[in-house]
C-alpha cells in the first residue's frame, strides 16, 4: 500500500485528509518518540492475513494503473511539445520512434511486473483464508477507513477492474454483513426488534463510522432511546448514486421480507451522499413495485447535498482550466481522478438518466430529471452552517445550506420540506453532523413525534 500510495501522492493526500477529517488519524502534531511495543504480539489472525493478502493484491495492481496512468500523461506531453507550434499533437497522444519505442517499453514493463504480482498474491489469499467452523475476525476501522476513502474516489475504476479492494455493497453490523434469510439474520441479530433504522453513510466514509471518537453513534442512541435496532450500509461511494441506489433498493427489499420480527416503524438516517442513495432506492423501489418503499415511516438527511456540493464543482472547473491550452490538456486527466460517485454530487443525480450519454467531465449543464420527496414518509432536513448566521455560499464547508434544505430556483427540482422539518445547526462542520447532541435531540425529537401528520 504505501509504494502506491508514494506513486499517487495526490490521492495519498485525499485518503490521508479523509483520515483526519473522519478522526481515524490525528491531527498533525510535533514529532515525539514512537510507543514503545507491546509485550506480547500473537500476529495476525488467518482472516487478517487474507484480508492483508487481498488489499496488497488490489494496491499492486492499483499501483500498476497509477504506473501506466503516469507514463501515458509524461508522453502525452512529451508529444505536445514536439509537435509544430500551432499545431495539436498526434491523436493519440503517442509519441514516435525511439521515444516511443521507450515510453511502450515501460507500459510493458510495469504490466508484467504488476501481473506477476497480482498472480502470486492471488495464490496466496485462498491459503489463508480461515478454516471451515473457524472465527472470523473483525474488521480493523483504520483499514475500513482506508479501503472507504479509496473506494469514494476510485470506486468505479476498483469495481470495473475487479479490483480485490472493491467494497460489495452490504447491511452491517459491528462490521459483519447481516445474512438476508429470517433463521441466519435471526441469529446474527438476536435483539431485533418491531422498530428498525437503517444508518447509510456518506462520500468516503463506511458504517464503522457513524461511531465517533467521543463514543456517539446516532444509531445506538435512537436505539436506547427510541428502542430501534440499528441496521448499517456499507456500500463503494465512488460507483453512481443510481448504481447503489438500486442495489440498496434490493438490498432493503429483502431485509424487510427477512427481517425476524413483524415490522411496527422503519427509519431511515442518511448522512450527506447516503441521502441521494436513499432517495434513488425509493426511486427504483417504486418502479419495480416493491414493497419496503410503503412501509418506510422516516428518512432523515443530515447535510445532503440534494442539489450538489461544492467540492465536485471546484473539480469540475479545475478539469475545465487545464483543458484551455495544448500544453496543459493532458494534465487535464488529474482533474478526472474523480469516480462517478464523486461526479454525481456536481448536480446530485439520482437516476441512470442524469449522467448517461452526458461526459461527466465536460462543462454539461444540470439536466437532472425531477425526483420528489416520497408521499406518505416523513423527510426531514438537518443543514449545517459553520458559522453564526445562515451562509448561503459555504455552509458546512461541503455542502450549502440551500443544497441541504432542498431549496432550488427551479420549481421542478425543489424539494418540499415541511418548515417544521427543516432545521439549521450553526457553528459546527459537515462531519460534526454525526456528533454534535444538538443534531441527535433533534433527529430523535422528530421520530419521537408520532402525532405530526406525514406528507
Known amino acids: 500500500m504505501e509504494d502506491f500510495l508514494a506513486a499517487a501522492p495526490g490521492l495519498a493526500h485525499c485518503v490521508e485528509r479523509a483520515l483526519r477529517a473522519q478522526r481515524f488519524l490525528p491531527m498533525p502534531t510535533s514529532r515525539t518518540a514512537p510507543p514503545p511495543p507491546d509485550d506480547e504480539d500473537a500476529g495476525p489472525s488467518a482472516a487478517e492475513a487474507a484480508s492483508h493478502a487481498r ?44 521515444t516511443g519505442l521507450v515510453y511502450k517499453t515501460v507500459r510493458g514493463v510495469t504490466r508484467a511486473v504488476g501481473g506477476s504480482v497480482d498472480t502470486v498474491l492471488g495464490a496466496l489469499a485462498p491459503a489463508l483464508s480461515p478454516q471451515t467452523g473457524e472465527r472470523a475476525g473483525l474488521p480493523s476501522p483504520e483499514r475500513e477507513a482506508v479501503l472507504a476513502a479509496l473506494n469514494g474516489v476510485l470506486g468505479d475504476h476498483l469495481a470495473k477492474t475487479a479490483n480485490p479492494l472493491t467494497i460489495r455493497m452490504a447491511l452491517r453490523r459491528g462490521g459483519r454483513a447481516l445474512p438476508l434469510q429470517r433463521e441466519a439474520l435471526a441469529a446474527a441479530v438476536p435483539d431485533a426488534g418491531e422498530k428498525l433504522l437503517v444508518l447509510i453513510h456518506g462520500l468516503c466514509m463506511n458504517d464503522l463510522q457513524w461511531r465517533r471518537s467521543n463514543g456517539h453513534d446516532h444509531g445506538q442512541a435512537l436505539a436506547a432511546a427510541l428502542g430501534f435496532t440499528p441496521v448499517y450500509l456499507h456500500y463503494a461511494s465512488g460507483l453512481h448514486v443510481s448504481t447503489n441506489g438500486r442495489a440498496l433498493a434490493n438490498q432493503l427489499e429483502q431485509l424487510l421480507e427477512q427481517w425476524p420480527r413483524p415490522i411496527a416503524r422503519f427509519a431511515i438516517v442518511a448522512h450527506s451522499m447516503g441521502g441521494l442513495v436513499a432517495r434513488s432506492a425509493l426511486h427504483y ?11 418506510l415511516d422516516d428518512l432523515a438527511f443530515l447535510g445532503t447535498p440534494h442539489h450538489g456540493a461544492l467540492l465536485e464543482r471546484g473539480g469540475h472547473w479545475l478539469n475545465v482550466c487545464l483543458g484551455l491550452t495544448a500544453y496543459t490538456a493532458p494534465f487535464a486527466r488529474l482533474a478526472k481522478l474523480r469516480s462517478a460517485g464523486i461526479t454525481d454530487l456536481r448536480y446530485g443525480n439520482l437516476l441512470d438518466e442524469d449522467w448517461q450519454g452526458i461526459d461527466r467531465f465536460g462543462p454539461a449543464h444540470d439536466q437532472r430529471h425531477a425526483v420528489p420527496l416520497p408521499k406518505g414518509v416523513s423527510c426531514y432536513a438537518i443543514a449545517a452552517d459553520m458559522g453564526s ?3 448561503k455560499l459555504l455552509g458546512d464547508g461541503m455542502v450549502t445550506v440551500n443544497s441541504a434544505l432542498g431549496y432550488h430556483e427551479d420549481p421542478r427540482l425543489k424539494l418540499s420540506f415541511a418548515p417544521a422539518r427543516q432545521w439549521i445547526a450553526y457553528g459546527i462542520n459537515h462531519w460534526d453532523l454525526l456528533n454534535q447532541s444538538a443534531v441527535y435531540k433533534q433527529i430523535r425529537r422528530w421520530i419521537a413525534c408520532r402525532g405530526v401528520a406525514k406528507m
Open 55 to 98: 488489499a496488497l493484491r488490489g494496491a499492486a495492481r492499483l499501483a500498476t494503473d497509477a504506473t501506466t496512468g503516469l507514463t501515458d500523461l509524461v508522453e502525452a506531453v512529451h508529444a505536445r511539445i514536439a509537435s509544430v507550434p500551432g499545431r495539436p499533437g498526434p491523436a493519440d497522444e503517442r509519441t514516435r520512434g525511439i
Open 285 to 295: 423501489g417504486r418502479a419495480a413495485q416493491q414493497h419496503w418503499p410503503d412501509r
Open 389 to 391: 448566521q445562515s451562509n
